[in-house]
């Protein structure tokens, strides 16, 4: 698609926790948060998304329940739990310290 942005190796699971930070989602419902916060420049697929939050609900970041969608079907939901809160506050900051960096190298032009 023209106008998106590859996804660089070891953002989805920031992405996907940062999504979870104000509220539950399902799986779809992320996909399409981040695509919308993003301006469309970002899209996650499916075969990358589902496999992420099965080692997210591994590590135990995030949890899962099972609720009704917006269109009334049974879907999962997905929610940071305390860790997952901790593990985004330092990946927030690492990456924040790496776009600085990637900054400044890339200003030195």
């Given amino acids: 698609m023209a106008g998106t942005i590859e996804l660089l190796q070891g953002t989805l699971d920031l992405l996907i926790l940062q999504t979870f930070a104000l509220v539950a989602l ?60 901790r593990q985004l506050e330092l990946e927030k900051d690492a990456w924040l310290k790496l776009t600085a960096a990637m900054a400044q190298v890339l200003g030195m032009a």
Avoid: D
């Fill in 26 to 85: 399902h799986g779809w419902a992320i996909s399409e948060r981040v695509q919308q916060i993003s301006s469309e420049a970002l899209h996650i697929q499916q075969g990358s998304l589902y496999p992420a939050l099965r080692r997210l609900e591994r590590r135990v970041w995030i949890k899962a329940h099972w609720g009704v969608s917006e269109i009334n079907r049974g879907a999962k939901y997905y929610e940071l739990t305390k860790n997952g809160r």
